[in-house]
T-cell receptor, first 109, second 113 residues
Framework: GNSVTQMEGPVTLSEEAFLTINCTYT??????LFWYVQYPGEGLQLLLK?????DKGSNKGFEATYRKETTSFHLEKGSVQVSDSAVYFCALGDDKIIFGKGTRLHILP | GAGVSQTPSNKVTEKGKYVELRCDPI?????LYWYRQSLGQGPEFLIY????????DSGLPNDRFFAVRPEGSVSTLKIQRTERGDSAVYLC???????????FGSGTRLTVV
């Protein structure tokens, strides 16, 4: 069945550092890929998505590219801010979305 | 409504009791999903509805769990004979049939004591 593996956290970075959170997937077919974010005390929010191979999703300075060859969808941001501190979930699917376990990100001022 | 509404926001119940959790999706969203999230884990799929029917209930852990959506809008997740292991945040989400990605509610935190 479909599954998602993402790097374990917590990840701690200084403000303005470059961020990568790795995500790889196993899937039948070519499902849509997502990154969701959960800020402290808030619900899950869609951060970005990509619906087919080589698509790049982007939002709020974050980017991720749907890589069929490496079955990956790594999340990147060039310069993180304290306000980016949250838990990030990689996910895949179309009708039914399967989530990874989440990666907690701490950004230090 | 403007967003997905879940009630109650918190529920504490005694082991063995029956509970109902309600989800009111975004108006016009045909698909509705239930997930369960334990501390430090990602959301775990339970069931999804397309309209009134359960399109996929493969994530329900056992027959103590049941969900309905009789008119294709509001859904109720029902848990019988609750156990301490059922304690988690129960999340509901909805989406329009032709869109990708869901809108989640804030969840119901269920604590079984």
């Amino acid at each position: 069945g479909n599954s998602v593996t993402q790097m374990e956290g917590p990840v701690t970075l200084s403000e303005e550092a470059f961020l990568t959170i790795n995500c790889t997937y196993t899937a039948t077919g070519y499902p849509s890929l997502f990154w969701y974010v959960q800020y402290p005390g808030e619900g899950l929010q869609l951060l970005l998505k990509a619906t087919k191979a080589d698509d790049k999703g982007s939002n709020k300075g974050f980017e991720a590219t749907y890589r069929k060859e490496t079955t990956s969808f790594h999340l990147e941001k060039g310069s993180v801010q304290v306000s980016d501190s949250a838990v990030y979930f990689c996910a895949l699917g179309d009708d039914k979305i399967i989530f990874g376990k989440g990666t907690r990100l701490h950004i230090l001022p | 409504g403007a967003g997905v509404s879940q009630t109650p926001s918190n529920k504490v119940t005694e082991k063995g009791k029956y509970v109902e959790l309600r989800c009111d999706p975004i108006s016009g969203h045909t698909a509705l999903y239930w997930y369960r999230q334990s501390l430090g884990q990602g959301p775990e799929f339970l069931i999804y509805f397309q309209g009134t029917g359960a399109a996929d209930d493969s994530g329900l852990p056992n027959d103590r769990f049941f969900a309905v959506r009789p008119e294709g809008s509001v859904s109720t997740l029902k848990i019988q004979r609750t156990e301490r292991g059922d304690s988690a945040v129960y999340l509901c989400a909805s989406s329009h049939r032709d869109s990708y990605g869901y809108t989640f509610g804030s969840g119901t935190r269920l604590t079984v004591v």
